[in-house]
C-alpha cells in the first residue's frame, strides 16, 4: 500500500458543546457506530479504529463493498454503522458483537448482521493528500467521488442551514442518532484535534454502580462502568440489569469517579461455593467483562446511585419522534 495518507493516522476529534453554533459550519447528523478511516490502494484495503487498531478482520463485507464502490486510490474518514432489521433505527449493541477473534463467527456475523460505512470526510484521493485544503472543498471532492457509490457505501446528510441542523437533532434522535456534528466550512483535517463541535442528545436515569474496570492509564482513573438500571418487581424486592458502560467523560469527572468507587469498593457478594449460594449477577457479569477487557473491581451495590447521561440505544431506546430512516440519502 502506498498512499499520500498512510495508516496509522489518528482521526480529527469533536469538542463537546451544548447548543449548535452559528456560523460557517457545516452540519451533520452524528452516526452512533465506530469511528473508522478507510485505506484502499487497489485491491489493498485497510479500515482504521479511532484508537489506530486495524478493525479490517472484523468486517470483511465492508472491505469488499469498499473495493466495489470507493476510488482506486483513496483515504476517507467516516462511520461504521449497523442498521436494524427494519432499516430504521442503529443498532450499536449488535455492531459492538462484531468485534470477536473467532474468524467462524466473524463470518457468520458478516452475513447475518452486516455492517454499513457511512463516509464523511476525505484524506487522500489518488495522489492528493487533503490533510491541508479547507473542508468545504473536501467535501466537494468526497461527494464527487462517492458519486457512483452504492449500498453499503453511503455519503452522509449534511447542511449548512443552521435551521435544518435543529430540526436534524430532534429528528434524527429516533433513528437512534446520536446528535448534531459542527464542521468549520474553513477548517482543515488535523488529525486527534478536537476542531469540531458535537452537541448530543442526552437522558438521566438512576442507576446502581455494581463495579468498574481500571482505565489502562493507571488505578486513579475509570475504564468503564458496570451499572444495573433498577427495575422494580412488586414488593418482592428489586430486579438489576446490568450493562457494561464506557467511561467517556472528562478527566476531572473521570478521577472524581475513581475516587468514589475506591472509596467504596468491596468483594463481590454471592461467591459461589464460598458464599454458599450461586453467584451473584454482578459477580457473574465481571466476570465476562474481565475476560474480555480486564480486572473488574466490584463496588457496594447499597450506597452508589449515581445519576448520568446515558445513550439512547440498545434495550432501553428513546421513543422515536418519527419514522425516520438513518440511513437516507
Given amino acids: 500500500m502506498k498512499l499520500p495518507v498512510m495508516p496509522p493516522i489518528k482521526p480529527m476529534l469533536a469538542k463537546s458543546v451544548k447548543e449548535i453554533p452559528r456560523g460557517d459550519y457545516c452540519y451533520e447528523p452524528k452516526w452512533d457506530g465506530f469511528r473508522a478511516i478507510i485505506f484502499r490502494d487497489g485491491d489493498e484495503v485497510e479500515v482504521g479504529s479511532r484508537n489506530e487498531r486495524p478493525m479490517t478482520r472484523y468486517f470483511p463485507e465492508v472491505v469488499e463493498a469498499v473495493k466495489a464502490n470507493l476510488p482506486e486510490r483513496c483515504v476517507v474518514d467516516g462511520e461504521l454503522v449497523l442498521p436494524d432489521a427494519e432499516g430504521v433505527r442503529l443498532d450499536f449493541d449488535a455492531l459492538q458483537q462484531r468485534i470477536h477473534p473467532a474468524d467462524s463467527r466473524v463470518r457468520m456475523l458478516a452475513e447475518q448482521t452486516p455492517a454499513s460505512f ?152 454471592g461467591m459461589g461455593a464460598a458464599g454458599g449460594g450461586q453467584p451473584h449477577p454482578a459477580q457473574r457479569r465481571g466476570q465476562q467483562v474481565e475476560r474480555r477487557q480486564g480486572p473488574v473491581v466490584h463496588a457496594a451495590a447499597a450506597g452508589t446511585r449515581r445519576r448520568g447521561a446515558l445513550r439512547p440505544h440498545g434495550r432501553h431506546q428513546v421513543p422515536p419522534h418519527g419514522a425516520v430512516r438513518a440511513l437516507a440519502p
Wanted: net charge positive; hydrophobic share 40%; proline share 7%.
Fill in 118 to 269: 457511512v463516509a464523511y470526510d476525505l484524506l487522500a484521493l489518488g495522489d492528493t493528500s487533503y490533510l491541508d485544503q479547507p473542508f468545504e472543498r473536501r467535501r466537494a471532492d468526497l461527494v464527487e467521488a462517492l458519486a457512483p457509490a452504492g449500498a453499503p457505501v453511503h455519503l452522509t446528510k449534511a447542511t449548512t442551514d443552521f435551521d435544518v441542523a435543529a430540526q436534524w437533532f430532534e429528528q434524527f434522535e429516533g433513528a437512534g442518532l446520536d446528535g448534531v456534528i459542527a464542521k468549520p466550512l474553513g477548517g482543515t483535517y488535523q488529525p486527534d484535534k478536537r476542531t469540531m463541535f458535537k452537541i448530543k442528545h442526552e437522558r438521566t436515569a438512576d442507576c446502581v454502580v455494581a463495579g468498574y474496570r481500571v482505565h489502562k492509564s493507571g488505578p486513579d482513573a475509570i475504564g468503564s462502568l458496570l451499572l444495573g438500571p433498577v427495575q422494580r418487581r412488586g414488593r418482592a424486592g428489586q430486579r438489576r440489569r446490568h450493562r457494561r458502560v464506557p467511561a467517556g467523560a472528562p478527566q476531572g469527572a473521570v478521577h472524581r469517579a475513581a475516587a468514589a468507587c475506591h472509596h467504596l469498593r468491596r468483594p463481590p457478594v
